[in-house]
C-alpha cells in the first residue's frame, strides 16, 4: 500500500503529508468540547491516513485539503455511532468534536469569502479579516483605477523576491532558494520587515527603508533642501527624524537679510506643513521627529510647542539632554544656554525647573519625551565618521545626519515549545531574519545620493520584536513581575547574540560594512562585521496587526477593545488566549467580555475572573509605570540601536508620577523615553468604551514663568532680548 506523501492546497500548491497538522485539528475541536484525551485525536488521524491510503493508492493522485477534512468529519460521525450504548461519555465527545469540526469548517469557510469579497478577488489567504482590510487599504498593490491586484500571499511572494535577488550579488548564493525561504518566513508570519518594505519592494520606487534623519544646518537654503528631501522620503512611506538645534534662536540677527531669525520652532511648523499635505505614497501619513537640545536658547518655546495638540500634529518631538544637564537637575544648579550660530552662553536657566516643565508637558498630553544624547553617543558604532544626535520618528533608531535604517520584526509570541521559549528554532529564524535584513539594503532605492552613500557605508538594520506580551501569556508570566524582566534579557541577548554571529558571518562571506575599519569592532577583536547595528525595538503598530499579535514590547493594552486606524476606520480586538483560556473553563460569555470592555479592557476587578488569570493577564494601566521602565531597560541592555515603548499612565496620575518615571528611564539606562497618560488627549489611537474628552490645562503659567524667570541670571533686559517666553496661558 503507498504512503501518502503530499498533499494539495486550496491555492494549488503541493506540499509534504504531516499526519500531526490532522492529528491537532482534531484535537483542537475535542479540547473545545471538553476533551481531554489526546490519544483520542490520534487515534482518529491514524484511521483518516490509512483510508486516503486506499483511496489515493496511485501515486498520481494528491488528496486536497478538502478532501482530507470530508474524511476526518466523517469517521468523526461514524465512530460516535459505533460506540457501546452503555459508553455515553465517550459518544458525546465524539459527537460533540464531529460538530465542533463542523462547526469550525463552516466558520472557516465564511471567513475566506468575506476575505474574497474584501479583496474583490478569491484568495486562499489565511490572514486574518481584520488584517485583511489593513493589507487592502494600505499595502497591496493597486491599478491604475486604484482596484486592488494581488492577494496578501501574492504581496508576500512580490516582496520575497525582490529582496532575494540581492543574493545575486554574491558567489554561492541561490536566489531562487533563498526566495523560497524568505517567502516562507513571512507567510508563516514569524517574522516581517517594515512597512515601506512590504509597500514598495519589487515596484517603480522601491525604497524600502522606515526610518530616516535628516541635516538641518542654519541657513535658508539647508532648511527648504531638507524639507524637499522630507516630502520625498514620505511619498514613499518612510519617516524622518531632525534635531533643529543648529538652527540659530529666535531674534537673532541675520546678516544676509539684516533682518532677524524667527527661531527652529517656526521652521518645524514649515516641516509640519508639508507633511501635513503628503499622503506617505497614498497609503499612509508622514511621520517626524523633532529634537531640540536642552541648551539652546528657544527650549521653552520647544519645550511648550505642543502644549495645544492640534498644532504641530505630524510631528512627536523630544529634548535632546545631556548627563550634565541631568547632574544639574539633582543638584538644582543652572545652566547655559548657547547661541549655535556662535557658541556663545546668551542665558542660565534653572535645569531643575527646566525638567519639572518637560514632565508637566508629558503629563499634559505626552510631549515632549527625552532623548539621552550622551548614552545615544557612548554606543555610537562609527564615532570616526559622525555623530548621534537624532533618531526616527518613534525614536528607537538613532542615525547620523542622512542615515537610514531599515527594520523588522520577529513575532516571538510563535516561539513557544512544551511551556519555554523553542530557542532552536528562533535561532534560525534569527539568521534568516538578519540574512533578509541585509539583503534590504542591496534591493532599496535610497532616493539621494548622500543617503544612499553612507547606508551602503554602514549597513545598519534593525531586528526586534513583537507579539513579547503573548509570549508572556503563553508562559503564564506576569509582564510586571521580577520573571518578566528576567525573559525579557534572557530573550534579547539571545537575539543580539545571534543576530551579531549571522551578521559576523555575512561580513566574512560578503564583506564587512565599508566604514568597518573606521568602527568600534576591530578594537573589540571582530574581523569582520556586516553591519554596524543589527537590533532594534520598533512599535510594530500595523505589522502586529497583521501578524495578529501584540506591539512590540508593550503590555496587552486591553483585552477588548477597539483601535482606530486608516482614516479613522474601527477595528474590534479581542485577546485570543485569554477567550480560549476562558472557554477551557467554561467562563466566556459575551455578557463577560462586554464587562471587561466596559472596565477599561482590565480584569483586576472583575469577580468572574479567577485570580490566577488576574495576574497573567495585566493591561497597559494595571501595571506601575516603574515596571514599563524597567522592561524598556531590560531590553535596552542587549539592543544595539534604542527601544520603542510608551510608557503608561492611568488618567489619575499626577505630575510627580511622571518625573519618577524620566528620572528612573536615566538612572536604568534608557536612551530615551515616551510617556502618555490615558485620555490626556481628545484624539487617541486606543480607545476603551468609557473614554471621556480631554480637559484642556495649561502647563505654562504665571507662576512657572515667573519660577523660571526668577532662577535665570541674566539681566531682564537681556533676558527679554535672548529668550521669548510662550504666551502666558490661563487654567
Same mark, same amino acid.
Given at each position: 500500500?503507498?504512503?501518502?506523501r503530499h498533499v494539495q492546497k486550496r491555492d494549488g500548491s503541493v506540499v509534504k503529508f504531516d499526519q500531526d497538522k490532522i492529528t491537532e485539528a482534531i484535537w483542537k475541536a475535542a479540547q473545545s468540547v471538553g476533551g481531554t484525551d489526546h490519544t483520542m485525536a490520534e487515534k482518529i488521524s491514524g484511521q483518516v491516513a490509512t483510508i486516503l491510503e486506499v483511496f489515493f493508492k496511485d501515486e498520481s493522485t494528491i488528496p486536497t485539503v478538502e478532501q482530507?477534512?470530508? %474524511?476526518?468529519?466523517? *469517521?468523526?460521525?461514524?465512530?460516535?455511532?459505533?460506540?457501546?450504548?452503555?459508553?455515553?461519555?465517550?459518544? $458525546?465527545?465524539?459527537?460533540?468534536?464531529?460538530?465542533?469540526?463542523?462547526?469550525?469548517?463552516?466558520?472557516?469557510?465564511?471567513?475566506?469569502?468575506?476575505?474574497?469579497?474584501?479583496?474583490?478577488?478569491?484568495?486562499?489567504?489565511?490572514?486574518?479579516?481584520?488584517?485583511?482590510?489593513?493589507?487592502?487599504?494600505?499595502?497591496?498593490?493597486?491599478?491604475?483605477?486604484?482596484?486592488?491586484?494581488?492577494?496578501?500571499?501574492?504581496?508576500?511572494?512580490?516582496?520575497?523576491?525582490?529582496?532575494?535577488?540581492?543574493?545575486?550579488?554574491?558567489?554561492?548564493?541561490?536566489?531562487?532558494?533563498?526566495?523560497?525561504?524568505?517567502?516562507?518566513?513571512?507567510?508563516?508570519?514569524?517574522?516581517?520587515?517594515?512597512?515601506?518594505?512590504?509597500?514598495?519592494?519589487?515596484?517603480?520606487?522601491?525604497?524600502?527603508?522606515?526610518?530616516?534623519?535628516?541635516?538641518?544646518?542654519?541657513?535658508?537654503?539647508?532648511?527648504?533642501?531638507?524639507?524637499?528631501?522630507?516630502?520625498?522620503?514620505?511619498?514613499?512611506?518612510?519617516?524622518?527624524?531632525? $534635531?533643529?538645534?543648529?538652527?540659530?534662536?529666535?531674534?537673532?540677527?541675520?546678516?544676509?537679510?539684516?533682518?532677524?531669525?524667527?527661531?527652529?520652532?517656526? %521652521?518645524?511648523?514649515?516641516?509640519?506643513?508639508?507633511?501635513?499635505?503628503?499622503?506617505?505614497?497614498?497609503?499612509?501619513?508622514?511621520?517626524?521627529?523633532?529634537?531640540?537640545?536642552?541648551?539652546?536658547?528657544?527650549?521653552?518655546?520647544?519645550?511648550?510647542?505642543?502644549?495645544?495638540?492640534?498644532? *504641530?500634529?505630524? %510631528?512627536?518631538?523630544?529634548?535632546?539632554?545631556?548627563?550634565?544637564?541631568?547632574?544639574?537637575?539633582?543638584?538644582?544648579?543652572?545652566?547655559?544656554?548657547?547661541?549655535?550660530?556662535?557658541?556663545?552662553?546668551?542665558?542660565?536657566?534653572?535645569?531643575?525647573?527646566?525638567?519639572?516643565?518637560?514632565?508637566?508637558?508629558?503629563?499634559?498630553?505626552?510631549?515632549?519625551?527625552?532623548?539621552?544624547?550622551?548614552?545615544?553617543?557612548?554606543?555610537?558604532?562609527?564615532?570616526?565618521?559622525?555623530?548621534?544626535?537624532?533618531?526616527?520618528?518613534?525614536?528607537?533608531?538613532?542615525?547620523?545626519?542622512?542615515?537610514?535604517?531599515?527594520?523588522?520584526?520577529?513575532?516571538?509570541?510563535?516561539?513557544?515549545?512544551?511551556?519555554?521559549?523553542?530557542?532552536?528554532?528562533?535561532?534560525?529564524?534569527?539568521?534568516?531574519?538578519?540574512? %533578509?535584513?541585509? $539583503?534590504?539594503?542591496?534591493?532599496?532605492?535610497?532616493?539621494?545620493?548622500?543617503?544612499?552613500?553612507?547606508?551602503?557605508?554602514?549597513?545598519?538594520?534593525?531586528?526586534?520584536?513583537?507579539?513579547?506580551?503573548?509570549?508572556?501569556?503563553?508562559?503564564?508570566?506576569?509582564?510586571?513581575?521580577?520573571?518578566?524582566?528576567?525573559?525579557?534579557?534572557?530573550?534579547?541577548?539571545?537575539?543580539?547574540?545571534?543576530?551579531?554571529?549571522?551578521?559576523?558571518?555575512?561580513?566574512?562571506?560578503?564583506?564587512?560594512?565599508?566604514?568597518?575599519?573606521?568602527?568600534?569592532?576591530?578594537?573589540?577583536?571582530?574581523?569582520?562585521?556586516?553591519?554596524?547595528?543589527?537590533?532594534?525595538?520598533?512599535?510594530?503598530?500595523?505589522?502586529?496587526?497583521?501578524?495578529?499579535?501584540?506591539?512590540?514590547?508593550?503590555?496587552?493594552?486591553?483585552?477588548?477593545?477597539?483601535?482606530?486606524?486608516?482614516?479613522?476606520?474601527?477595528? *474590534?480586538?479581542?485577546?485570543?488566549?485569554f477567550e480560549e483560556e476562558l472557554k477551557n473553563r467554561d467562563l466566556y460569555g459575551k455578557d463577560l467580555m462586554r464587562k471587561i470592555s466596559q472596565n477599561n479592557g482590565s480584569v483586576q476587578t472583575i469577580r468572574e475572573v479567577p485570580a490566577e488569570l488576574k495576574k497573567i493577564y495585566v493591561t497597559t494601566e494595571d501595571i506601575a509605570p516603574e515596571w514599563h521602565v524597567k522592561m524598556q531597560a531590560a531590553f535596552q541592555k542587549h539592543t544595539d540601536?534604542?527601544?520603542?515603548?510608551?510608557? $503608561?499612565?492611568?488618567?489619575?496620575?499626577?505630575?510627580?508620577?511622571?518625573?519618577?518615571?524620566?528620572?528612573?528611564?536615566?538612572?536604568?539606562?534608557?536612551?530615551?523615553?515616551? *510617556?502618555?497618560?490615558?485620555?490626556?488627549?481628545?484624539?487617541?489611537?486606543?480607545?476603551?468604551?468609557?473614554?471621556?474628552?480631554?480637559?484642556?490645562?495649561?502647563?505654562?503659567?504665571?507662576?512657572?514663568?515667573?519660577?523660571?524667570?526668577?532662577?535665570?541670571?541674566?539681566?531682564?533686559?537681556?533676558?527679554?532680548?535672548?529668550?521669548?517666553?510662550?504666551?502666558?496661558?490661563?487654567?
Amino acid at each position: 500500500m503507498a504512503q501518502i506523501r503530499h498533499v494539495q492546497k486550496r491555492d494549488g500548491s503541493v506540499v509534504k503529508f504531516d499526519q500531526d497538522k490532522i492529528t491537532e485539528a482534531i484535537w483542537k475541536a475535542a479540547q473545545s468540547v471538553g476533551g481531554t484525551d489526546h490519544t483520542m485525536a490520534e487515534k482518529i488521524s491514524g484511521q483518516v491516513a490509512t483510508i486516503l491510503e486506499v483511496f489515493f493508492k496511485d501515486e498520481s493522485t494528491i488528496p486536497t485539503v478538502e478532501q482530507i477534512q470530508d %474524511f476526518v468529519e466523517k *469517521i468523526l460521525m461514524e465512530n460516535g455511532a459505533r460506540l457501546r450504548p452503555d459508553d455515553v461519555l465517550s459518544e $458525546n465527545v465524539h459527537a460533540k468534536t464531529a460538530k465542533a469540526y463542523i462547526l469550525y469548517r463552516e466558520e472557516h469557510k465564511k471567513i475566506r469569502e468575506k476575505r474574497a469579497d474584501l479583496l474583490g478577488m478569491e484568495t486562499t489567504s489565511k490572514f486574518s479579516v481584520n488584517a485583511i482590510k489593513v493589507l487592502k487599504q494600505r499595502y497591496l498593490l493597486r491599478d491604475e483605477n486604484h482596484n486592488v491586484i494581488e492577494t496578501p500571499e501574492e504581496m508576500m511572494r512580490r516582496v520575497a523576491h525582490a529582496v532575494a535577488q540581492s543574493d545575486k550579488n554574491y558567489k554561492g548564493a541561490n536566489a531562487e532558494q533563498t526566495e523560497q525561504k524568505f517567502y516562507d518566513l513571512l507567510t508563516s508570519l514569524d517574522f516581517l520587515p517594515n512597512s515601506p518594505t512590504l509597500m514598495n519592494a519589487d515596484t517603480e520606487r522601491p525604497q524600502l527603508a522606515g526610518c530616516f534623519v535628516i541635516d538641518v544646518e542654519d541657513s535658508i537654503e539647508s532648511i527648504f533642501d531638507a524639507v524637499k528631501k522630507t516630502a520625498m522620503i514620505h511619498q514613499t512611506g518612510g519617516g524622518t527624524g531632525f $534635531n533643529f538645534s543648529k538652527i540659530r534662536p529666535k531674534g537673532d540677527y541675520v546678516e544676509t537679510t539684516h533682518g532677524t531669525s524667527s527661531g527652529p520652532v517656526s %521652521f518645524m511648523k514649515v516641516f509640519d506643513t508639508a507633511t501635513g499635505t503628503m499622503k506617505s505614497g497614498g497609503k499612509r501619513r508622514g511621520a517626524n521627529m523633532g529634537i531640540l537640545n536642552v541648551n539652546h536658547p528657544d527650549i521653552l518655546e520647544f519645550i511648550t510647542c505642543k502644549e495645544n495638540e492640534n498644532k *504641530i500634529t505630524n %510631528f512627536n518631538i523630544s529634548v535632546g539632554v545631556t548627563g550634565e544637564f541631568m547632574k544639574s537637575v539633582e543638584r538644582n544648579e543652572d545652566y547655559d544656554l548657547i547661541n549655535p550660530h556662535n557658541g556663545q552662553a546668551v542665558n542660565r536657566l534653572n535645569a531643575r525647573s527646566v525638567f519639572e516643565l518637560i514632565v508637566a508637558g508629558a503629563w499634559k498630553n505626552g510631549e515632549p519625551g527625552l532623548i539621552f544624547l550622551d548614552r545615544i553617543e557612548e554606543e555610537n558604532p562609527t564615532p570616526e565618521i559622525g555623530k548621534l544626535e537624532a533618531t526616527n520618528p518613534c525614536g528607537e533608531q538613532p542615525l547620523l545626519p542622512y542615515e537610514a535604517c531599515n527594520l523588522g520584526s520577529i513575532n516571538v509570541s510563535h516561539f513557544t515549545k512544551n511551556g519555554d521559549l523553542d530557542l532552536d528554532r528562533l535561532a534560525q529564524t534569527i539568521e534568516l531574519a538578519v540574512h %533578509f535584513l541585509d $539583503n534590504v539594503i542591496d534591493a532599496g532605492d535610497y532616493l539621494l545620493p548622500e543617503i544612499n552613500n553612507i547606508v551602503h557605508a554602514n549597513r545598519k538594520i534593525g531586528l526586534g520584536i513583537m507579539g513579547f506580551a503573548d509570549l508572556l501569556v503563553q508562559l503564564e508570566i506576569p509582564y510586571n513581575s521580577p520573571m518578566g524582566i528576567q525573559l525579557a534579557e534572557k530573550l534579547m541577548e539571545f537575539i543580539q547574540n545571534h543576530a551579531k554571529k549571522t551578521s559576523e558571518k555575512l561580513g566574512e562571506i560578503r564583506g564587512s560594512f565599508p566604514n568597518f575599519a573606521k568602527s568600534v569592532y576591530p578594537g573589540k577583536g571582530f574581523k569582520h562585521m556586516r553591519n554596524a547595528t543589527v537590533t532594534t525595538i520598533a512599535p510594530t503598530g500595523t505589522l502586529a496587526m497583521i501578524a495578529e499579535c501584540s506591539s512590540g514590547i508593550e503590555p496587552l493594552y486591553a483585552i477588548v477593545y477597539t483601535k482606530e486606524v486608516l482614516d479613522k476606520n474601527e477595528l *474590534i480586538y479581542t485577546n485570543r488566549y485569554f477567550e480560549e483560556e476562558l472557554k477551557n473553563r467554561d467562563l466566556y460569555g459575551k455578557d463577560l467580555m462586554r464587562k471587561i470592555s466596559q472596565n477599561n479592557g482590565s480584569v483586576q476587578t472583575i469577580r468572574e475572573v479567577p485570580a490566577e488569570l488576574k495576574k497573567i493577564y495585566v493591561t497597559t494601566e494595571d501595571i506601575a509605570p516603574e515596571w514599563h521602565v524597567k522592561m524598556q531597560a531590560a531590553f535596552q541592555k542587549h539592543t544595539d540601536n534604542a527601544i520603542s515603548k510608551t510608557i $503608561n499612565f492611568s488618567a489619575e496620575a499626577t505630575i510627580e508620577e511622571v518625573k519618577n518615571a524620566y528620572l528612573l528611564a536615566y538612572e536604568l539606562g534608557c536612551k530615551g523615553i515616551t *510617556i502618555y497618560r490615558n485620555k490626556s488627549r481628545t484624539a487617541q489611537v486606543f480607545k476603551h468604551d468609557t473614554a471621556e474628552e480631554n480637559q484642556q490645562v495649561s502647563i505654562f503659567d504665571e507662576k512657572t514663568a515667573e519660577r523660571i524667570a526668577k532662577n535665570s541670571r541674566f539681566s531682564a533686559t537681556q533676558k527679554a532680548k535672548q529668550v521669548e517666553l510662550p504666551p502666558i496661558q490661563s487654567n
